[in-house]
């Protein structure tokens, strides 16, 4: 690396961070700073079993994570409706955002976040961590050959994972009050954004929510699907659950070809992954793509990098990101009006 | 076999009877006695390219076949929108039926044929082949296992094949007045009997068109999708198109196992079958099923060994196999209907 690490502040002590802690550190370009935590006790435990390095320091409220001039950008992996509050007061103090998805409860909440970084001048990125990993740039070029792969035509989504009771009385993601959004914000923005992925990020004009949704006595979904359209003819759907088996199988129709993948989220393996291509009347292709870094640390490094020519050059924050992010929650919002409103089809604006 | 084969008539010379000819040839209780064509030419010749025995009779009408008493049963290829007025005639000779999908292009239609074949005393069965393949019994026990595959959550079903132009142009597949239903009654058939096959028949409360169909200048349906929904929150949901890669992925989500199987309309292989389970926490199992006949001899098979009880012992037509057409062209009509209507969700009537 050419410039000095980017120095990370954590917010919180979800469990998510644990994982974006030693993302931080194989990164090569980032290093952790500091944590903080509504308990000065559960951040020092938190630095100490997740082998903090000595300087790094611990802070009893997220607060003073954002004023410790040594922190470049801050991880933000609180519950939501927390989100605006702190991404903005982050962005506010100079601190460069990396937010969990879903990134807000809604755009407008989403638009205030980004207002703040682009005054600010910080960069933002959500955590959508599969976008970093080498094989889905090999993905995006088989659907990027007009030849082997054709025009897109229907892509499928499924993200679940079976909940099991204490989740489903206890995790925020049940919450109404916490992440009200529910498994739509959680594993539904995975499939959303493979969706806009293979679509080129193309907005489609509608999305509507099929009449399966199961919601919990608080009014949070924890299982739905949805089918997004594009004018062309182009269709994405996708079926997000708390309450089925693990699935993470991404199918992508092409008039040529097709791509599968069983494992898009997050590979089962951390330094191999595979997917499959089959091209009219030929046989299904297994194609194995290996990476030194798991993706949460490719996405680290990618953030840290634009951080440090921001930081260290004249660079401006990339946009692609928070356009990214206000695509993926344009779509959220969609779908869950759709639900809100008995399974209609909703215009997406954006 | 106990019993003499049972004999085969053939109405009409369309591509897929040469499969069946061959399926009644390796079944080892059938055999082919007559084929009728509105050509004698075109039936001569289609004995013989397809190696018919020397005793086999060639008619230059449906009829004939029909009158020929040496013709225990029929195998109806014809296009849907004759198959009300052959099939009866059929039933009304005493011929059994084997009557080729989409059975009808309603049920209304469809019930003319059933009671017509109830009161004659025939076994009705639809050419849906991928039911008589040993997988698909071996898939079975897997869904039927409440401890490994728990209950059933979703059911994702897909067909599709790129249809050249000429297709596009002129199969009777894409006529209004000769298989009106499109790929909705073609691809879609298979599509909507695997996920009532995974439902254990139980009959959808409700079915709703996604707002992605593409019709041709006739009305005629080249691409379309629907979900399926019950009352208890199983959903199923299918794609079918004319106009993508060839798909023929099922994937069945339970609350502790996922079934993946990726060519459940006719396997990649002749004589081996492969589809994959998971189970919570568990890896991804590879099962393999020989078979020693193809799916469409064994499919013959047992509809003559159906027929043989009939006409050999004192067996009455088994009803399992109507009733099964007959939930299928059910789920048909609603997808139709909600098609008809803007999308708009359809109760499934039985």
Chains 1, 2 share one sequence.
Not at 106 to 128: A, K, P, W, Y
Not at 132 to 152: A, E, N, V, W, Y
Not at 212 to 236: K, T
Request: negative net charge; glycine residues 6%; proline residues 4%.
């Amino acid at each position: 690396m050419a410039s000095a690490p980017i120095k990370f502040g954590i917010l919180g002590c979800a469990k998510i961070a644990r994982k974006l802690s030693r993302a931080i550190v194989l990164s090569g370009n980032a290093a952790i700073a500091a944590i903080g935590s509504r308990s000065l006790e559960k951040a020092v435990g938190f630095a100490r079993e997740n082998g903090f390095p000595e300087s790094a320091r611990a802070y009893g409220s997220y607060a003073a994570v954002l004023d410790d001039p040594d922190v470049d950008a801050v991880y933000i992996p609180l519950p939501t409706s927390l989100h605006v509050q702190w991404a903005v007061l982050a962005a506010r103090k100079g601190k460069h955002v990396l937010l969990e998805k879903p990134v807000a409860l809604s755009v407008s909440e989403l638009d205030v976040i980004l207002g703040e970084c682009e005054s600010s001048g910080v960069q933002f990125m959500d955590t959508t961590m599969w976008m970093h990993h080498p094989r889905t740039h090999q993905m995006k070029d088989f659907l990027s050959d007009s030849t082997t792969f054709g025009q897109l035509k229907s892509v499928e989504s499924n993200f679940s994972f079976p909940a099991d009771k204490a989740f489903l009385e206890n995790d925020i993601r049940v919450k109404p009050d916490l992440d009200a959004l529910g498994v739509l914000g959680d594993a539904g923005w995975y499939c959303i954004r493979s969706i806009l992925w293979a679509a080129d990020y193309d907005l489609p004009k509608s999305a509507v929510a099929l009449p399966d949704a199961v919601l919990n006595d608080a009014g949070v979904v924890l299982s739905c699907s949805a089918e997004l359209q594009w004018q062309d003819g182009r269709a994405g759907s996708f079926r997000c659950s708390f309450l089925a088996d693990l699935n993470m199988d991404v199918t992508i129709l092409g008039t040529n070809g097709t791509l599968s993948v069983h494992d898009y989220v997050g590979p089962f393996q951390e330094n191999r992954a595979t997917f499959s291509t089959h091209v009219k009347s030929g046989s299904v292709l297994e194609h194995t793509v290996t990476t030194e870094l798991p993706q949460e640390a490719l996405m680290v490094r990618e953030f840290s990098r634009l951080v440090a020519s921001i930081k260290f050059g004249a660079a401006k924050p990339e946009k692609k990101w928070p356009t990214l992010s206000r695509k993926t929650q344009a779509v959220v919002d969609a779908v869950k009006m759709s639900i809100d409103r008995g399974y209609k089809i909703v215009d997406v604006t954006y």
